[in-house]
């Protein structure tokens, strides 16, 4: 069963929809989980320097981003597969294949992967101007609001790396979710 605001599940009843969060609330998810990446880039930053011997981060700039983005790519692989992320349960969205049963870690993966359609563009664009790291921000921060908005013109309100990946987000229902007004 289909409708405009999610799917039924073979398991479920047709009265238990998968419901996509509000954009708001996805959001929200999607700082918090900034917010908590920070926190694994500055670890894996210093287990990278330690384990490389790297003395300043300019030194080894290339290695270090390839080490970030297989911590990542682990990150949420990992957490995909299981469903939910640190920030997805805070903000009681679960990850789900378009069928609403729980991802492959290759899906996860490919989820993953499409998932940096949020930040390549304008870090390709950056770096084909050589335009500084302020403007960097600002066409970063630009991207990302013009890629969130883009998820309205898809039908159940899914951004599209979602979609490409055959993933969906949906409001998990073991808890009430926080109000964002």
Not at 44 to 66: C, E, I, P, V
Not at 73 to 88: E, R, V
Request: net charge positive; glycine share 8%; proline share 4%.
């Amino acid at each position: 069963m289909t409708a405009h605001t999610g799917i039924a599940t073979p398991e479920s009843s047709p009265l238990t929809l998968l419901i996509a969060p509000t954009l708001a609330r996805r959001m929200a998810c999607w700082l918090y989980e900034g917010m908590l990446l920070f926190g694994v880039v500055f670890i894996s930053g210093y287990l990278f320097g330690t384990l490389s011997q790297t003395r300043n981060a300019m030194d080894n700039r290339h290695g270090l981003q390839a080490f970030i983005f297989l911590v990542f790519g682990i990150y949420f692989t990992w957490f995909g597969a299981k469903g939910q992320t640190l920030a997805m349960k805070t903000w009681h969205i679960r990850v789900v294949d378009a069928q609403g049963r729980a991802l492959t870690q290759q899906r996860a993966f490919l989820r993953y992967l499409l998932s940096w359609v949020w930040f390549l563009p304008p870090i390709a664009l950056a770096s084909l101007f050589n335009i500084s790291a302020i403007e960097t921000l600002v066409l970063t921060l630009g991207w990302v609001a013009v890629w969130a908005l883009l998820s309205r013109l898809q039908r159940q309100g899914q951004y599209w790396h979602d979609i490409w990946a055959g993933t969906r987000l949906v409001h998990d229902e073991t808890k009430p979710a926080p109000s964002l007004k």
